[in-house]
């Protein structure tokens, strides 16, 4: 069965800095591989997803994340963050092909610091 | 374009007790998703209807059960509601089953348990 594992519970970054969440999956196959965030009292808003191609994939609100199969990573960037990106932040994986159901991690949280 | 909608939002129920939840989906969308989301952790996917049929379910005991409608709206059911049923339960639509286009989550409802 796969699984996610997200290291980092919580995360504190000063407005400005840049940002890296890890994320690493375990599967047999290549997976489908999401990212996330959930504001307080909200539901999930999809950041960006990668499927296949190009190992780098960029997303909304400026993140980007990068696929690397030999580390079973795929960690979630962002040059300079801003106070508005503070929230929760899940990783998930899927199964090959279809809308399958998602395996997700158990979150990292991120607070900006003024 | 409507997204996701979740009823109720917030509900509190006695142990024992029964609750539907109730889903409509994103406009265009055919396929419901229900997850569970415990406080300080990922969503856990329950079930998933498509042609108002369950076709894949996780972990959960069959005090779980849903239905998905001609319209493709859906609902959840819990009976025999216990303590650890206290949760966020999120929707989340996609459309079609043979290609990954991604969900669409709503705000989720959130069930206490008392």
């Known amino acids: 069965a796969q699984s996610v594992t997200q290291p980092d519970i919580h995360i504190t970054v000063s407005e400005g800095a840049s940002l890296e969440l890890r994320c690493n999956y375990s599967?047999?196959?290549?997976?489908?591989l999401f990212w996330y965030v959930q504001s307080p009292g909200q539901g999930l808003q999809l950041l960006l997803k990668?499927?296949?191609?190009?190992?780098l994939v960029q997303g909304i609100k400026g993140f980007e994340a990068e696929f690397k199969r030999s580390q079973s990573s795929f960690n979630l960037r962002k040059p300079s963050v801003h106070w508005s990106d503070a929230a929760e932040y899940f990783c998930?994986?899927?199964?090959?092909?279809?809308?399958?159901?998602?395996?997700f991690g158990t979150g990292t949280r991120l607070t900006i610091i003024p | 374009d409507a997204g996701v909608t979740q009823s109720p939002t917030h509900l509190i129920k006695t142990r024992g007790q029964q609750v539907t939840l109730r889903c409509s989906p994103k406009s265009g969308h055919d396929t419901v998703s229900w997850y569970q989301q415990a406080l300080g952790q990922g969503p856990q996917f329950i079930f998933q209807y498509y042609e108002e049929e369950e076709r894949q379910r996780g972990n959960f005991p069959d005090r779980f059960s849903g239905h998905q409608f001609p319209n493709y709206s859906s609902e959840l059911n819990v009976n025999a509601l216990l303590l650890g049923d206290s949760a966020l339960y999120l929707c989340?639509?996609?459309?079609?089953?043979?290609?990954?286009?991604?969900?669409?989550f709503g705000s989720g409802t959130r069930l206490t348990v008392v």
């Open positions: 989340a639509s996609s459309l079609g089953v043979t290609e990954n286009y991604g969900y669409t």
């Open positions: 998930a994986v899927g199964l090959n092909f279809g809308n399958e159901k998602l395996t």
């Open positions: 599967y047999g196959a290549t997976p489908y």
């Open positions: 990668y499927f296949s191609g190009d190992t």
